[in-house]
């Protein structure tokens, strides 16, 4: 299943730099400006077939990239660990003596996660 438009420009910010130069720029106006293959083939001077398989070697060559270094998704887990060990430490500030140890816990198993 193709990722949605979010996803792939999130993988576009990680990993854009290592496109080609027609790549990048029709990714970019196709996923982040909305723009038509029609629109950037008459933009750029070429066809629409020429953009559209600059397009689908982008998004290709972005999904290899995060299946080989898995930057974005450590990124999103990171961020969801980050929002847990806030949560809990607001949970600290409230937390009855007993409760602590249960936060504790929970905290070091959030550390854990990101090894």
Same mark, same amino acid.
């Given at each position: 299943m193709? %990722?949605d438009?979010?996803?792939?420009s999130?993988? +576009?910010?990680?990993?854009?730099?290592l496109? @080609? &130069?027609?790549?990048?720029?029709? +990714?970019?106006l196709?996923?982040?400006?909305?723009?038509? =293959? $029609?629109?950037?083939? &008459?933009?750029?001077? @070429?066809s629409?077939?020429?953009?559209?398989? $600059?397009?689908?070697? $982008? &998004?290709a060559?972005?999904?290899?990239l &995060? #299946?080989?270094?898995q !930057?974005?998704?450590?990124?999103?887990?990171? $961020?969801?660990?980050?929002r847990?060990i806030?949560a809990?430490? #607001?949970?600290?500030?409230?937390?009855a %003596?007993?409760?602590? =140890?249960?936060?504790a !816990?929970e905290l070091?198993?959030?550390?854990?996660?990101?090894?």
């Amino acid at each position: 299943m193709k %990722p949605d438009k979010l996803t792939m420009s999130l993988l +576009f910010d990680c990993y854009g730099d290592l496109l @080609t &130069e027609k790549q990048r720029d029709c +990714f970019d106006l196709y996923c982040n400006q909305d723009l038509t =293959l $029609a629109e950037i083939a &008459e933009l750029q001077g @070429t066809s629409r077939q020429s953009v559209h398989d $600059a397009v689908t070697r $982008a &998004e290709a060559q972005l999904l290899r990239l &995060e #299946e080989v270094t898995q !930057g974005l998704s450590r990124e999103r887990k990171t $961020a969801d660990v980050v929002r847990q060990i806030r949560a809990l430490a #607001e949970r600290v500030r409230t937390a009855a %003596p007993e409760e602590l =140890l249960v936060i504790a !816990g929970e905290l070091e198993r959030a550390a854990e996660s990101l090894r």
